[in-house]
């Protein structure tokens, strides 16, 4: 897998308009985690959590380097007006996740930053987000706040663009995750997997 690359510099274009074309930006260099066989890929230099804080759809303040405390936490951007990446992304996550032990499943967390606050309310994004699983927790919180949370994590955030009610907005599409030592050593791209991701983050979780 793509871990394997030493920490040769990847550019991987990872931004998606949720449209038919993908355009990209690079992230960070590249290197294995302690041992190899991870399904994601692996950064050289790990993501701190940054100190921001953002609105979950209860209402609630989330302060991400805080509320984000469980042993393993999985971060992905996007919007309820996604046309197809972002579904597919949740997806995939929710059927990896779906059928761990309930020991496992309580170590993880799952958190789904929009990038579009002018349509995305709260309750919009709690009740979309529990189609695919209730436990996965929706924040919120003006685009700027937003795309400073995706420049600390690697997750690039435009526009939006276009005109009218169906506007789109670029957004990075990968999922970003967060170990038991409170760093972000891999990310997981669109289409990685179910049974691959699983593995990944249950290999995390038995780390805690």
Do not use: N
């Not at 609630?60 to 597919?88: E, I, K, Q």
């Not at 309750?123 to 189609?131: I, K, P, V, Y």
């Not at 937003?146 to 420049?151: D, I, N, P, T």
């Amino acid at each position: 897998m793509l871990a394997g690359l030493g920490r040769a510099v990847l550019a991987l274009f990872v931004l998606s308009g949720c449209s038919s074309t993908d355009t990209g930006a690079a992230v960070s260099a590249t290197t294995p985690l302690p041992h190899h066989g991870w399904h994601g890929t692996t950064l050289a230099e790990p993501y701190a959590k940054p100190d921001i804080t953002l609105t979950d759809t209860t209402g609630r303040d989330f302060d991400f380097a805080t509320d984000a405390r469980r042993p393993v936490v999985l971060v992905l951007f996007g919007y309820t007006h996604c046309p197809w990446v972002c579904t597919r992304v949740l997806g995939d996550l929710a059927t990896a996740l779906h059928p761990l032990d309930p020991g496992t499943r309580r170590k993880i967390q799952v958190l789904f930053v929009s990038v579009d606050p002018d349509r995305d309310t709260p309750q919009r994004l709690g009740a979309w987000l529990s189609r695919f699983d209730p436990t996965f927790t929706g924040l919120v919180a003006p685009l700027p706040v937003v795309r400073s949370l995706g420049q600390d994590l690697g997750v690039p955030v435009t526009g939006p663009t276009g005109s009218g009610p169906d506007y789109t907005v670029g957004h990075g599409a990968q999922i970003v995750g967060f170990g038991p030592d409170g760093a972000a050593h891999i990310i997981w791209m669109p289409g990685t997997p179910a049974t691959g991701l699983r593995a990944d983050v249950v290999r995390l979780a038995s780390s805690s």
